[in-house]
C-alpha cells in the first residue's frame, strides 16, 4: 500500500517526464492507499488527488498495466492514463469485494457476492470500455512463466506507444479526458479542451433520444396503445 510520500513522489517524476516528453509507463499492484491514521494526518486524500490530476494533465502518452490488484484511489491515482492494461487474472475495482460487503450488507461474508456484482475482473472492465485491452497469462498464472509475460507486457507497450507517434500535445491530452468522459456513455462529449471554444456539449444517439421522449410521455404512449387495441378488438369482433 502506498503512503502520501509515495504519490507525491510519482507526481515529480510524472512531471518530469512531462518536461522532456518522456511517455509515462505505470505498474500497478496495490489494494489500495494505506488507511493508517499518519497516511492520513500527511495528507493521504490530497496526495491521491493531487496524482489523478497530474495524470490527466499529461501531455505524454500514459500507459498503466495492472499486474496484480488494482484497488481504491489507491490505483486510480495511477491509473488515469490513455491507455490502462490488465493481466487477464488481474482485477481492479473501486473497493475491496470485503469492504464492498460490509458496506452495502453488514457482512464481509457476503464478498463473493461482492465480487461478482462489482465487475472487477478484466473480461468484464473490458466490455464495460473501463479499459483497453487484456494481456493474456500463461496456465496457472503470470507467475508460472514470467519471460513470456515480460514480453507480451513490452509488446503491449510498444504496440500502445506507437499509436501516439503521430499525436500532438493537445491530442493526447484530448484522447485521454475523452476516454474518461465516454466511460458509462454511449458517445460521451465532443468539443476541445481549450477553455475558451465553450463548455463540453453531450453527444447523443438516437434510440437514447427516443427512450428518452417515451419516458417523458409514457402515460401519453400507453393511451395511445390501448386506444390501438381496443379498435384492433373492435374490428375483429
Same mark, same amino acid.
Given at each position: ?8 513522489? /510519482? ?5 518530469? +517526464? ?9 505498474? *500497478?499492484?496495490?489494494? =489500495?492507499?494505506?488507511?493508517?491514521l499518519g497516511?492520513?494526518?500527511? =495528507? ?7 496524482? *489523478?490530476? /497530474?495524470?490527466?494533465s499529461l ?39 470485503? =469492504? ?21 475482473? +478484466?473480461? @468484464?472492465? &473490458? ?17 508460472? @512463466? ?23 500535445? $493537445?491530442?493526447?491530452? @484530448? ?10 456513455? @454511449? ?8 477553455? $475558451? ?9 438516437? &434510440? ?6 417515451? $419516458? ?5 404512449? *400507453? =393511451? ?11 374490428? &375483429?369482433?
Amino acid at each position: 500500500m502506498m503512503r502520501p510520500e509515495g504519490y507525491r513522489k /510519482c507526481i515529480r517524476l510524472m512531471k518530469l +517526464a512531462d518536461r522532456f516528453q518522456i511517455p509515462v509507463i505505470s505498474f *500497478i499492484d496495490t489494494p =489500495g492507499a494505506y488507511p493508517g491514521l499518519g497516511a492520513e494526518q500527511r =495528507g493521504q486524500a490530497s496526495a491521491i488527488a493531487n496524482s *489523478i490530476e /497530474c495524470c490527466m494533465s499529461l501531455t505524454v502518452p500514459n500507459i498503466s498495466i495492472i499486474i496484480g490488484e488494482g484497488g481504491s484511489g489507491g490505483a486510480i491515482a495511477l491509473a488515469s492514463s490513455n491507455k490502462v492494461i490488465m493481466l487477464e487474472n488481474s482485477i481492479y475495482s473501486v473497493i475491496s469485494p470485503e =469492504g464492498c460487503a460490509s458496506i452495502l450488507w453488514r457482512d464481509p461474508s457476503k464478498s463473493l457476492q461482492a465480487a461478482e456484482a462489482m465487475k472487477l475482473t +478484466a473480461k @468484464d472492465l &473490458l466490455k464495460l470500455k473501463i479499459i483497453d485491452e487484456i494481456i493474456p497469462e500463461p496456465l496457472g498464472g503470470a507467475h508460472r @512463466d514470467p519471460e513470456s509475460i515480460a514480453k507480451d507486457i513490452k509488446f503491449s507497450i510498444i504496440k500502445n506507444l506507437k499509436n501516439f507517434e503521430n499525436f500532438s500535445k $493537445n491530442e493526447i491530452y @484530448d484522447h485521454r479526458k475523452s476516454k474518461f468522459l465516454e466511460i458509462g456513455r @454511449d458517445q460521451g462529449f465532443s468539443k476541445s479542451s481549450n477553455v $475558451n471554444e465553450g463548455s463540453l456539449s453531450y453527444k447523443d444517439n438516437g &434510440l437514447r433520444k427516443i427512450q428518452a421522449v417515451l $419516458n417523458k410521455n409514457k402515460y401519453v404512449v *400507453i =393511451g395511445l396503445v390501448l386506444v390501438v387495441i381496443s379498435g384492433l378488438i373492435a374490428t &375483429l369482433s
